[in-house]
């Protein structure tokens, strides 16, 4: 089984920074690629920002700039760093993975849980 395990979530001030993580485990044989999602209530889940296994990373507009998303491919971790949060910002944060499981030999989609991001005016 693959599991994707978010951390990092907290309340934090306006122009302050977090550091969300996403950890894959299980049966893994490769990770094509790691997003991170957001959904804010009653609002549709949207992207964030990509990145391949290559470490060639992509943003939406609200996060350029702002934040940074890195991967650790031996740890099979991916990162978004947040810097200059604004309220707006407030959402479950989700990541979103690529892999292929090694009983497989297609890479599908798998989702972690989420984890809670609250910006405070």
């Known amino acids: 089984q693959v599991q994707l395990v978010e951390s990092g979530g907290d309340l934090v001030q306006a122009g302050g920074s977090l550091r969300l993580s996403c950890a894959a485990s299980?049966?893994?044989?490769?990770?094509?690629?790691m997003d991170w999602y957001r959904q804010a209530p009653g609002k549709q889940r949207e992207l964030v920002a990509q990145?391949?296994?290559?470490?060639?990373?992509s943003y939406v507009e609200f996060a350029k700039g702002r934040f940074t998303i890195t991967l650790d491919n031996a740890k099979k971790t991916v990162y978004l760093q947040m810097n200059s949060l604004k309220p707006e910002d407030t959402a479950v944060y989700y990541c979103?993975?690529?892999?292929?499981?090694?009983?497989?030999?297609?890479?599908?989609?798998?989702w972690g849980l989420g984890t809670q991001v609250t910006v405070s005016p």
């Open positions: 299980g049966s893994i044989f490769s990770i094509n690629a």
């Open positions: 990145i391949t296994s290559a470490g060639d990373a």
């Open positions: 979103n993975a690529m892999i292929r499981p090694r009983d497989s030999d297609y890479a599908r989609g798998y």
